[in-house]
């Protein structure tokens, strides 16, 4: 081999020693087993919550726990009261004014020059009082006076039932049965201001149109789902069905003297009978409450007392004849053909 030869071959040889040495990591890296690196973290001691120590925490415990009593000793014995009393405000209120302006009017005094507060707030109280409006205006379906004794009974049974529910410890009266005696009590002391204003020949229209509010208001909390029972439920039927008759009074007393209807002005007997239809339907209805058969039985019971008393009963009179008819009824009804069903039950009817 010449010289030439054995040259080339030396460097045949290097380079591929050379070569060898520049691969020889990556071939090593590619026969080894894949692995990942994961970058070093810095591990950092974790900071614990700070807490209260267990004496200041039980303090503060026992300091969370006598605010929360003394807040509850005071809605129990100073906010609930008040708040009560708040409530039944309206109804307090409404019952006094209609107690003023009803003994203002029985007593027909003249209306003070003096700028006292009863004269400014009965201010609207006319000249005509009760009895003559009653002498003005009279019917053959006038009750006696007794009758008219069951206002007050009312306006007690209103006062004792309102001060119940304000004070005893159990659920008081709905807000909607306060609302409905408030404004009840409204209507009627509006129908008495018109009715005092009242002249002879002059026959306000509203003293027909007022006074059977009173009725549907007053027997609202008797229509609904959950009617009130027992006691509370008392000043709701006697309320409703002595005004219902009273209305019917108020009717005839229009047909007979408003001069809008010109069948029946000046016509004691036709308008007597209108008056005896609509309380015969009243009397008629079946399965009503003692309370309501009892105000029933002194209504009509007045007007027939009060016929006899001056001299217009006469068998020969249809409208005597008719509320006989109602009287009779009215016992048969309150001596019993069943016992009567409590407000709100299916088919009971409030009047």
């Given at each position: 081999?010449?010289?030439?030869?054995?040259?080339?071959?030396?460097?045949?040889?290097?380079?591929?020693?050379?070569?060898?040495?520049?691969?020889?990591?990556?071939?090593?890296?590619?026969?080894?087993?894949?692995?990942?690196?994961?970058?070093?973290?810095?591990?950092?001691?974790?900071?614990k919550p700070r807490c209260a120590p267990p004496v200041a925490a039980a303090s503060l415990g026992k300091r969370i726990s006598t605010i929360s009593s003394g807040f509850g000793f005071l809605d129990k014995f100073v906010v609930d009261p008040v708040v009560r009393i708040g409530n039944h405000a309206p109804a307090f209120a409404s019952l006094s004014y209609f107690g003023l302006i009803s003994m203002t009017q029985m007593m027909a005094t003249q209306p003070s020059m003096m700028a006292t507060f009863r004269a400014v707030i009965t201010r609207a109280v006319g000249p005509t009082s009760n009895a003559m409006f009653s002498a003005m205006f009279s019917t053959l379906v006038t009750p006696a006076n007794f009758v008219f004794l069951i206002w007050p009974v009312i306006g007690a049974l209103q006062l004792l039932t309102v001060l119940f529910s304000a004070l005893r410890p159990g659920a008081p009266l709905k807000q909607s049965e306060l609302t409905a005696l408030s404004l009840a009590n409204v209507c009627a002391t509006l129908w008495l201001i018109v009715s005092s204003n009242a002249l002879k020949g002059v026959l306000p229209l509203w003293s027909v149109l007022t006074l059977p509010l009173v009725p549907i208001v007053a027997g609202f909390p008797l229509r609904s789902a959950c009617p009130p029972k027992g006691f509370d439920a008392l000043v709701f039927q006697v309320f409703s069905s002595f005004t219902t008759i009273a209305s019917f009074l108020a009717l005839a007393v229009e047909l007979q003297y408003g001069g809008r209807v010109a069948l029946f002005l000046g016509r004691a007997e036709p308008a007597a009978l209108v008056f005896a239809a609509l309380t015969a339907f009243v009397v008629s209805l079946r399965q009503r409450c003692t309370a309501k058969r009892l105000v029933n039985l002194l209504a009509v019971g007045g007007i027939v007392w009060n016929r006899v008393a001056v001299g217009t009963a006469s068998a020969t009179s249809p409208s005597f004849v008719a509320l006989v008819a109602c009287l009779g009824w009215a016992v048969k009804q309150l001596l019993g053909d069943g016992a009567p069903r409590q407000p709100g039950a299916d088919g009971y009817v409030t009047f």
């Open positions: 081999m010449s010289a030439h030869g054995i040259d080339v071959e030396r460097e045949t040889r290097v380079l591929i020693l050379l070569v060898c040495a520049l691969f020889a990591p990556a071939v090593h890296t590619l026969n080894a087993p894949l692995t990942l690196r994961r970058p070093a973290v810095e591990l950092r001691p974790v900071a």
